[in-house]
């Protein structure tokens, strides 16, 4: 009797789940075949891939091989997942994306654990701690470059996603995420946005900065039309920010 592999939440989270068809079409694989050919990849006990495959054997009571793969860490078991899932999985760019910044993320933290222990062990040892000069450098020279590669993508695509998760509203990165909208065609979107706020600021600082009387008394036309095409650009802003319609 041996235990049965367990699914980790937040190890799980960081694979982008499978289409209703695809996973139709894996499942129907196994049925076919009464076989998981692929081996479910443990650490300590905890699935890192194959979480699907998992489920589906056992629901139908089929037998799978298990991979234990000997990992030191949490941090380094999500390292694993994201590098096997960008290797193996048809994901778009935003997708890739997310998971190399992650793993850029995760890859710092790290830096900071070892540097933060190695400290320590120093002091309790009775050791200086490392000058700035001594002290390892964990930047990369050229972790831009490295992470556009990774994710398969120009460092200026690279670029744009991060701009639109920094700057831009959940709705325009949502679309990006989903598909939908190609990163290009968002980031035009949100630099589109930046001018469109920039003269709608500009009509009404026109409209709220005149003389006494402003052009609302002194010429009604004009101010009519000055305020309906401010109107029109919140309004073009707000239709751009939900995606393009």
């Not at 850029?104 to 490392?130: I, M, V």
């Not at 190609?182 to 026109?206: D, F, P, V």
Request: aromatic share 6%; glycine share 6%.
């Amino acid at each position: 009797m041996y235990a049965l592999p367990q699914i980790d939440p937040e190890f799980r989270s960081l694979i982008p789940p499978l289409l209703p068809d695809e996973r139709e079409q894996l499942e129907r694989n196994i049925l076919l075949n009464r076989k998981c050919y692929d081996a479910i990849v443990l650490w300590d006990g905890i699935i890192l891939d194959g979480h699907n495959r998992f489920e589906i054997c056992e629901e139908h009571s089929i037998e799978f091989e298990v991979i234990d793969l000997q990992l030191e860490s949490r941090e380094e078991a999500k390292v694993w997942i994201i590098e096997n899932q960008l290797a193996r999985r048809n994901l778009n760019e935003a997708m890739r994306i997310e998971m190399v910044l992650l793993k850029e993320y995760l890859l710092k933290e790290k830096a900071k654990e070892n540097l933060s222990y190695g400290g320590k062990t120093r002091k309790k040892n009775g050791e200086k701690p490392l000058s700035k000069v001594s002290k390892p450098d964990f930047k990369r020279v050229h972790v831009q470059k490295d992470m556009a590669s990774e994710a398969q993508v120009s460092e200026g695509t690279l670029y744009n996603y991060k701009q639109l998760k920094k700057h831009g509203p959940p709705e325009l990165l949502d679309q990006v995420k989903s598909g939908k909208l190609k990163i290009g065609t968002a980031h035009r979107i949100l630099e589109t946005n930046k001018q469109l706020r920039k003269a709608s600021k500009m009509y009404e600082y026109i409209l709220d900065s005149m003389p006494a009387g402003g052009y609302k008394e002194k010429d009604p036309e004009i101010y009519e039309k000055l305020q309906g095409l401010s109107l029109l650009l919140d309004k073009l802003i707000d239709k751009l920010e939900g995606g393009a319609g």
